[in-house]
């Protein structure tokens, strides 16, 4: 039987649990993920794990912050005066902003705390700083 390897298009189901168990993602009520190995379309701990796997084999791991979406950077949070914020955008704890850079990229960022015209703003990914565990259960490769 194949061994999904760099190359191959596999097609998985996953559930994705933090530290205390809570499922964060899960693709069981869903259609499955389908992504190609070693094109960093996963975060890299994902993809390394799917790797030599067969059709039907089931896993579970854990992935450290370093393989997953990094450490949590304190440079990341910053305040903003509220009046840098458009009008228009809901200001409320947990919301999701899109920031422009200079080169005209968005960033995404997360409301943290409002405190007066202050606004301090996260750009950190939701699950930096996590272990995530996931159990991954492999239904089809493709063969590069």
Known sequence: MSQAKVGDTATIHYEGKLSDGMVFDSSRERQPLSFKLGA???????????????????KTIKISPDQAYGDRRTELIFRVNRKQVPTNLPLEIGSQLQLPTASGEAVPVMVVELNGDQVTLDGNHPLAGETLTFEIELIALAIA
């Open 40 to 58: 960093k379309q996963v975060i890299a701990g994902f993809d390394a794990a799917v790797q030599g796997m067969s059709v039907g084999d089931r």
